[in-house]
């Protein structure tokens, strides 16, 4: 990490990173070794980053997957965002902010709206028949029968 806390990454070679401290002198690292170091600096970083309104870190967040206070999202934005992007599909960019669209409700859209409309015909029929007109009173009942089906063909399939 840079004197601003961002994270930086370069590549070494095995010289440099004994140089660094990274590596031991003579000593060479299997690959299970260097996942362990990897993890280690990685839950050390994960600790260190704290929300400054309720002190959780972020490890404690991913530990226990919840924030501490609406604060949190805001502190861990930089760790969340790529995260939220791989589980979201409905995330898009716009001007350095991230909008959540929301779940696409169609499941029974279709229906409710089939219902009401059966409903506001009912209505009309009984208003035609008191009304003692036929000639409209059949077209509604055409249309409710319409709308019946159409409801009825949604339920089986």
Known sequence: MDEKGNKREIAICEECAKKRGVLESGKTLNIEEILKIMLKAKEKEDKELKCPRCLLTFYEFKKYGKFGCPDCFK???EKLIPFIKKIQTTIREKEEEVFHKGKKVTVGVKRSLLLSEIKRLKMELE?????????????????LKEKEEELKKDEIG
Do not use: G, S
């Not at 208003?127 to 077209?139: F, S």
């Open 75 to 77: 502190a861990f934005e």
């Open 127 to 143: 208003k035609a028949i008191r009304e003692e007109d036929y000639e409209q009173a059949a077209k509604i009942r055409d249309m």
